[in-house]
Structure formats: C-alpha cells, structure tokens
C-alpha cells in the first residue's frame, strides 16, 4: 500500500500578507460594525500564521 501524498500549503505568505492588508482595510473602513472585533482578530491571526514557514 503506498503512502498518502504529502499535503502542501494552499497559501503562501505572500497570500496571508495580501489578505491581512485586505481584513486591515475593512477594519479602518468599517470601525462601528459591530463585527469588526471579529474582523480584527481575524487580522491577528493571519499575521501570526503569515509568519510560518
């Protein structure tokens, strides 16, 4: 039986900074949504995780 295929990252870091911009664009556009604390923790993570690699 052969192995499973390695997996491989859909996006790459590039991607992560493009949509960290993206989120922080909507963030400062959209301050009184009462979403934007999700939009803004959001923009957390993708930071976090663009730094992997």
Do not use: T
Request: hydrophobic share 30%; charged share 25%.
């Amino acid at each position: 039986m052969s192995e499973p295929a390695r997996s491989r990252a859909v996006l790459s870091n590039e991607d992560f900074k493009l949509l960290q911009e993206a989120v922080r664009f909507y963030i400062e556009n959209h301050q009184d949504d009462p979403v934007s604390s999700k939009y803004s923790a959001l923009y957390h993570r993708l930071g976090s995780a663009g730094g992997r690699g």
